[in-house]
């Protein structure tokens, strides 16, 4: 259901089905093909546009032959808003969605990477399946997508653990927060039956967005979540807190205060001023008659 909704929010971007046209390259990058069992090493995967404006793109990154995921990182990546984070749907298979308002065009766009590690040796591949990348021309037209695989050698060397259990390779100098965002309220009849929905999403360009965590009014408690979060208070009469924690535990806080908040305050103070104009009436009333009878003695 959630996966449902989360498409139908990635291709409302686009009024039109989109015809194809021209191609895109998509393509790994590692720094050796060749690696030890056990051995950690990263895969990056990118997109070469092929002077192509494109703005977005969502498919399956394929691991075959025992690879193994220990980490997906989507800090610094072109891809500004993650429909669908780059996480591990089964066993072999990485899925990921997301758009760039504006568009990107180079021939080395950095998507994500992937750490990876293998117990058996062998050849390893890794391939895309279902990659679909949409032109940034109004019209959310499909590029022609080509993938190139990347094969890696894992031999029979056990690599040294110990070694890698006191390496520092993998420790990320992240002191940054996440970018500041603006969540919104929305509502669609093909999401969660027409509800108020909160939507929003940022990134972190160091080590990445780990998780979000959403807070409805003062007393509440913070619940991990995703976008979109669909409100349980549906009258809106309260602040709403959204949380952006970075894989470092970097945390930024943005407050939604929605109109309906306002709308409160300015219905409570029109109370308010109507029950005081009902007070000085009564004690006119009443002190009219206590002078009356008074001028009459």
Do not use: C
């Amino acid at each position: 259901m959630k996966k449902f909704l989360k498409i139908t929010i990635f291709f409302t971007f686009f009024s039109i089905m989109p015809y194809f046209a021209n191609a895109s390259n998509l393509f790994f990058y590692a720094n050796n093909n060749q690696f030890s069992r056990n051995e950690e090493f990263v895969v990056e995967v990118r997109l070469d546009t092929q002077n192509e404006n494109i703005n977005a793109i969502e498919g399956d990154i394929i691991l075959l032959n025992g690879l193994n995921v220990k980490s997906i990182n989507s800090g610094g990546s072109v891809i500004n808003f993650w429909i669908e984070n780059p996480s591990v749907t089964n066993q072999n298979t990485i899925h990921f969605a997301g758009l760039t308002p504006g568009g990107f065009n180079s021939n080395n766009n950095f998507l994500f990477k992937i750490t990876l590690f293998s117990k058996t040796a062998g050849l390893k591949e890794i391939n895309a399946s279902g990659v679909r990348v949409l032109k940034n021309d109004g019209l959310g037209s499909a590029v022609v997508n080509t993938t190139i695989p990347i094969s890696i050698l894992i031999n029979t060397k056990i690599n040294n653990e110990i070694f890698n259990f006191f390496s520092f390779d993998d420790v990320i100098d992240d002191k940054e927060l996440p970018e500041s965002f603006n969540p919104k309220i929305t509502k669609n009849p093909d999401i969660y039956n027409g509800q108020n929905v909160l939507i929003f999403t940022t990134q972190d360009k160091i080590s990445g967005i780990d998780h979000y965590e959403v807070r409805e009014g003062e007393l509440g408690t913070y619940k991990n979540t995703e976008s979109p979060y669909l409100l349980k208070n549906q009258d809106i009469n309260q602040s709403i807190y959204i949380k952006a924690i970075d894989k470092v535990g970097n945390t930024r806080i943005e407050v939604l205060r929605p109109i309906n908040v306002v709308q409160d305050v300015v219905k409570t103070n029109n109370y308010f001023f109507i029950l005081l104009l009902l007070v000085i009436i009564l004690l006119v009333i009443f002190f009219r008659k206590r002078i009356s009878k008074f001028l009459k003695q």
